[in-house]
């Protein structure tokens, strides 16, 4: 049973951050934006949050100095995005090509900046990890569900957990939602009833740049005690996530939780013993979560459908 | 002619997007520090020039590898399809060709390399080709696929090397390759060297080269001169007018994406066929860069054969400048930040290109007119 709780905690370093971004990627897409950047955009966010937790837990630790943290990792993600919006949108250029700039501009200039600004020119961000809740006061203490969700965790998975009922609410339960998937349906429709799909798909690459940026950070604390410029292509994974998840908040969330269960699998088979004992090398475990995915995928893809204007720019001269 | 002012026009419009790209990191190096920046622009300018031949070749070595995962996007992207595992496919390719390289020592001389690129090829070929017929029969997203199947080649690679004849262990890479299997220098270590003291300083750079070149060329005539190529590009406009037209969408999907994984293969052999002092696949779980930097290739190439051979010798130029540019203290990075400015702004400059058409058009139309009149009375 141990091994169940272990493996549940573990799930969550790598499902929440996938949820966070395939959520993100989510919005733009079924507003009709191609957001190949996520990868990109989880970098800015982690650069920054980091280098500000970095800079500031000589003087400050534990949740407040990480709800900063995660504050800047939004504010950053978004204003990044901006960049892809204005191209994409605005400029109605090619969405591959801003977000393929994205993805190269934002590793390197963090490498730059870490280099510029910290002392030898060290590029990798130090942090010390003060945020790991032992345990939840009164509901750490629920047999079961307890130890599989309220103890030895981060407040992010929580956020992340909110991010996603909020997600699916305003999708599926509000006007901007309903306003935001006609703009990825059929945007020309969408305008000729007054909704303003520039404005409707700034805010969806905006959504999907805070969250994205958001998810960097939330990749970086557990994982790992400094940032390195990459979040190990998870941005990427992430779009994957998206796509296998069809674009809808539940299945996305089903999505996340298969990848993470079978990457928590790959990487922490040593700590389970029925795992341990098969005696598989671990190179051939770090397969599995990818060659799972494939296998699931070529099974439920058939009738797979993007939104059926994603990607494709709005001019609103075309009819 | 119209054709010769179409890529005119899109050149000019990359020209554009190069200009405002250096312009940016001109004011990136004036941030950091203000009195190099000019020498630093200079550096990144004149790029392979910085160390004399020698550092020509350097260029020609860099632009070969991502030439090719230009290609191998840029293709791709002609039928529509997002190659995002181009890294994946030049890392399979890369890993047969050492294995052809170091284990088929039977073979005779010449016959040696060009056994272990082919070879490599076709297993770039394969794992591309598992891309197209997930995307054609199963409908799953090429994007998807590709970024798994990168995932599963590193992995897979760093099982096969570890546990075969082929691991150095001591250096935690891949074994040389046998000497019959190095590409060949072809004459060009002739050319682009320095003379340090006594002895030549030859660059790395090799026939790959002009392999990557002729190929490119091969590919221009393949997409523009042959009906294949054609219904590859109707594949790409229109999906549901080439169907309309007879022509197999699948087909064309899958042997599009063939071509591309064969393409990339060869970029990975033509990167790992190298002497024990060029590059081997190192036991890291970390993607081949040149793969990624291949989609920058294609886009700033506007996905055009020609094009691409011209974009990939600009960026592995500057590349090869950001070398130098540590000299003033300045980070290599910035490189990469310029890159990216450089497609970022080619993203604008499709708008520039309609703008210089449009004035072209009106040009042409005034020009016209009384040509018209006269023809009429």
Known sequence: MDAVYFLVQQMMFFSIPLLIVALGGMFSERSGVVNIALEGIMVSGAFTSILLISNLQSGMSGQLL???????AIVTGALFSLLHAYAAISLRSDQTISGTALNMIAPASAIYLARMIQPNGVQQVQFTNTFRIEKVPLLGDIPVLGRLLFQNAYITTYI???????????????????????????????????????RIR???????GALAGLGGLVYVIPTSTNFNATVSGYGFLALAVLIFGQWKPLRILGAAFFFGLMKTISSAYSGIPFLRDLGIPSDIYKMVPFIATLIALAFTSKRSQAPRASGVPYDKGLR | MSNLRKSLSSMSASLVAILAGLVAGFVILLFSNPANAGKGLLTILIGGWNNGMKGVGQVLYYATPIIMTGLAVGFAFKTGMFNIGATGQLMVGGFVSIYVGVTWTFLPGAFHWIVALLMGMLAGMAWGMIVGVFKALLNVHEVITSIMLNYIALYGINYLVKNSNLFDSLRNQTVNVAATAVIPKAGLDKIFYITKGRLNDVSSVNAGILIAIALAILMYILLNKTTFGFELKACGYNRHASRYAGISENRAI????AIAGGLSGIAGALMYLAPASGLHIHMEEVLAAQGFTGIAVALLGMSNPIGIIFSGLFIAHITVGGFYLQSLKYMKEIIEV?????????????????????????RAKKGNQPSKQEAVS
């Open chain 2, 254 to 257: 899958i042997t599009s994406m």
């Open chain 2, 338 to 362: 310029i890159i990216g400015l450089i497609i970022y702004f080619s993203a604008f400059s499709l708008l520039v290109r309609d703008l210089i058409a449009k004035a072209g058009k009106r």
């Open chain 1, 202 to 208: 700034y805010a969806g690459v905006l959504i999907s």
């Open chain 1, 66 to 72: 990480l709800l900063i943290a995660i504050v800047v």
């Open chain 1, 160 to 198: 992340g957990l909110l991010i996603f009922v909020i997600a699916a609410f305003v999708l599926y339960r509000t006007r901007f939602g309903l306003r935001l998937r006609a703009c990825g349906e059929h945007p020309q429709a969408a305008d000729s009833v007054g909704i303003n799909v520039y």
